[in-house]
């Protein structure tokens, strides 16, 4: 789980640098998301690759691009399900990679009990790159 202090930190202020410091130094911690398929609700700790169709992420539509959401902690996530989704939970670091192999979006949207923030994924995917 990510602490909500550490979402509050980046969005109080608020610069790719900082989103990208966070998405590396919280790539162990759990994080939570919305998903179709045929996993069970709250297993889904160690996909990593998905064919077509498999994992269904729901996208939420926000400025000019699309995101997919992740949520800081498991009760966030559930008082916040929409329709049929299930709860999946995966490692900060696993996410990004279902973000950027079972999703068309644009980027990432974290959502934390009393703030959010948003990137991108190819300045995620390259900031993470940088120092690894």
């Avoid at 919305?34 to 926000?62: I, Q």
């Avoid at 068309?104 to 009990?113: C, E, K």
Wanted: net charge neutral; charged share 20%; aromatic share 10%.
């Amino acid at each position: 789980m990510i602490e909500e202090c550490a979402i509050n930190e980046v969005s109080d202020n608020l610069t790719e640098e900082n989103v990208i410091r966070f998405f590396k130094d919280q790539q162990d911690n759990i994080v939570y998301f919305y998903h179709l398929s045929d996993l069970p609700s709250l297993s889904v700790d160690r996909l990593h690759t998905f064919k077509p169709g498999e994992l269904v992420l729901p996208t939420r539509a926000k400025g000019k691009g699309t995101f997919v959401v992740l949520y800081s902690n498991r009760e966030l996530a559930i008082s916040l399900l929409e329709s049929n989704f299930k709860v999946g939970k995966v490692r900060l670091k696993q996410f990004v990679s279902i973000a950027n192999s079972a999703s068309p979006a644009d980027g990432i949207f974290v959502q934390g009990n009393s703030c959010w923030f948003t990137i991108g994924l190819k300045t995620l995917n390259a900031g993470l790159k940088q120092n690894a």
